[in-house]
């Protein structure tokens, strides 16, 4: 049996996404399964810990399924001497409107090539991450690229992969159910789901 099968049925039996990777979502799933709770019934610790106080703020604003995963980014390059923040999640599609007015019909410069709906920023999949040295922020750094390749060993989708544009701070959670589609295709499901208030990750 190849890894990744014993991967997916490892997932099938704990009733999670059965997709063959071995991210945060499978362990914190085998640790709930095989640790018992303490005496007085609370449950076990959380797998993955708390991250900065910046972060966590963002991380909120995220669909629970992804929130995880953003922590274990923050921690997973931290311990590669990477300090990220995520310093943007969850944008309503009046946010993005705004956004999107930027350097067009509104001061600012041009920030955003998406209109409300046409980011994955409105369905609380996706996050962009600043690199920082100190209290300071860096917008332009070799470690972007390295907290891309750890964000992908993690399952995630990297936007410094893109062809059209290459964003290297942001990141998002692809639904299991969209593996095949194009981000076009991804992204009028995902609109139809909001529209019919259904889950984004059934």
Same mark, same amino acid.
């Given at each position: 049996?190849?890894?990744?099968?014993?991967?997916?049925?490892?997932?099938?039996?704990?009733?999670?996404? +059965?997709?063959?990777? $071995?991210?945060? =979502?499978?362990?914190? @799933?085998?640790?709930?399964?095989? /640790?018992? #709770?303490?005496?007085?019934?609370?449950?076990?610790?959380?797998?993955? +810990?708390?991250?900065? $106080?910046?972060? =966590?703020?963002?991380? @909120?604003?995220?669909?629970?399924? /992804?929130? #995880?995963?953003?922590?274990?980014?923050?921690?997973?390059?931290?311990?590669?001497?990477?300090?990220?923040?995520?310093?943007?999640?969850?944008?309503?599609?009046?946010?993005?409107?705004?956004?999107?007015?930027?350097?067009?019909?509104?001061?600012?410069?041009?920030?955003?090539?998406?209109?409300?709906?046409?980011?994955?920023?409105?369905?609380?999949?996706?996050?962009?991450?600043?690199?920082?040295?100190?209290?300071?922020?860096?917008?332009?750094?070799?470690?972007?690229?390295?907290?891309?390749?750890?964000?992908?060993?993690?399952?995630?989708?990297?936007?410094?992969?893109?062809?059209?544009?290459?964003?290297?701070?942001?990141?998002?959670?692809?639904?299991?159910?969209?593996?095949?589609?194009?981000?076009?295709?991804?992204?009028?499901?995902?609109?139809?789901?909001?529209?019919?208030?259904?889950?984004?990750?059934?």
């Amino acid at each position: 049996m190849k890894i990744e099968e014993l991967i997916i049925a490892v997932q099938g039996v704990l009733g999670i996404t +059965a997709d063959g990777k $071995a991210g945060p =979502e499978t362990w914190a @799933a085998i640790y709930k399964h095989i /640790v018992t #709770p303490t005496l007085n019934s609370t449950s076990p610790a959380p797998v993955i +810990a708390p991250v900065d $106080a910046r972060s =966590e703020k963002v991380i @909120a604003t995220l669909l629970p399924e /992804v929130q #995880p995963i953003a922590r274990a980014l923050v921690q997973k390059a931290a311990q590669n001497d990477i300090c990220i923040k995520i310093i943007s999640g969850f944008r309503t599609y009046e946010e993005q409107d705004a956004l999107y007015a930027q350097g067009r019909t509104a001061p600012g410069k041009i920030v955003t090539k998406a209109k409300a709906g046409y980011s994955n920023h409105n369905f609380g999949i996706a996050f962009d991450v600043g690199v920082f040295e100190g209290n300071n922020y860096l917008d332009d750094s070799p470690k972007y690229k390295a907290a891309g390749v750890l964000g992908m060993d993690l399952g995630l989708e990297w936007g410094g992969n893109w062809t059209t544009i290459s964003d290297q701070p942001h990141f998002e959670l692809r639904p299991h159910w969209a593996s095949d589609m194009t981000e076009s295709e991804m992204l009028a499901a995902l609109r139809t789901r909001v529209a019919g208030d259904l889950p984004i990750y059934a």
